[in-house]
């Protein structure tokens, strides 16, 4: 049974993913491929080449040291830039390329040792697109370039963007590589700030990934009966605003101690996985 881990978009939320990694490497699940979207992309590039107990410490220490200043660093002019039609993004994507260069163990997407597949969005025809070869980096850029925000990534004379517009949790694309097995790990949105975000970065931050998550349910009721699928429940309530690197540690631990729960007693088999979502545990 070829076993799947997908993991969702999320943009900061990324850091759910650690606690839920750490989770599933100490129930000794070992995948046979990961697919990712986004910021999901970003921790499977990181995690395909260290599927172990350090490999999770060191994504750890990475998202514990993450900084606002290093994925969206503000530049006034380039800002005013975007708004003004001047320029396709209001961030420079300098320091994300970075950071994933930095932790990328292998250049090739092929040569992952867990086969590794990311998805993007074509720009020009709205369909999302699966990247399982070619250069990882520039995979994993386009699958984390949220809209108007960093900009397009041109593969092969074609511009994409954030996969996460089309599929932020990508099921279908795990189910149609033949896993039989899925765990599922979502990010999740923030769902419970007192106000909305102030700056223009933040608003256009929180407000995709609220589009984006609303696919997930609908996914899950579709692909439940093709195959054993485990969602694992998403942290709620949520209050970390959508730009916010500064409460990763606090979402690690969360997801962490969440996620061995659900582990160690799921929902039986004739559970609503979708009511998962609307229903998380709450620590």
């Known amino acids: 049974m070829p076993t799947a881990v997908v993991l969702s978009g999320g943009a900061n939320l990324g850091a759910v993913h650690v606690g839920m990694l750490r989770a599933l490497i ?18 499977g590039i990181y995690m395909a080449s260290r599927w172990n107990a350090a490999g999770v410490d060191g994504l750890d220490a990475l998202w514990t040291h993450m900084r606002r200043s290093t994925i969206f ?6 800002g005013l830039l975007g708004f003004l039609g001047k320029r396709d993004h209001l961030v420079p994507p300098d320091g994300l390329r970075r950071l994933v260069d930095d932790h990328a163990d292998f250049e090739r997407i092929e040569d992952a040792p867990i086969p590794l597949h990311v998805v993007a969005t074509d720009l020009l025809t709205g369909l999302d697109r699966r990247f399982s070869s070619g250069p990882a980096v520039n995979a994993v850029m386009a699958s984390a370039a949220i809209p108007a925000v960093f900009p397009p ?17 990508p099921i279908s694309h795990a189910v149609d590589l033949g896993a039989d097995e899925v765990w599922v790990l979502p990010a999740g949105t923030a769902c419970g700030l007192d106000e909305a975000p102030a700056s223009a970065l933040g608003i256009a931050l929180q407000a995709v990934t609220v589009l984006i998550n609303r696919r997930l349910q609908r996914d899950i009721e579709i692909f439940q ?8 429940p998403p942290l709620c309530p ?8 500064g409460q990763s540690r606090d979402l690690m631990d969360r997801a962490y101690l969440s996620s061995v729960d659900w582990i160690r007693s799921p929902p039986d088999a004739s559970c609503d996985l979708s009511a998962l979502l609307t229903h998380p545990h709450h620590r």
Request: glycine share 14%; aromatic share 4%.
């Open 225 to 232: 009966d093709r195959c054993t699928m485990h969602v694992l």
């Open 153 to 169: 990534v041109v593969i092969g004379g074609v511009p994409y963007i954030d996969g996460g517009v089309v599929n932020n949790t």
């Open 73 to 78: 660093p503000t530049r006034l002019v380039g």
């Open 26 to 43: 100490e129930a000794d699940v070992r995948p046979d491929m990961i697919v990712g979207t986004s910021v999901g992309a970003i921790n």
């Open 238 to 245: 949520l209050m970390v605003g959508p730009s916010d690197f």
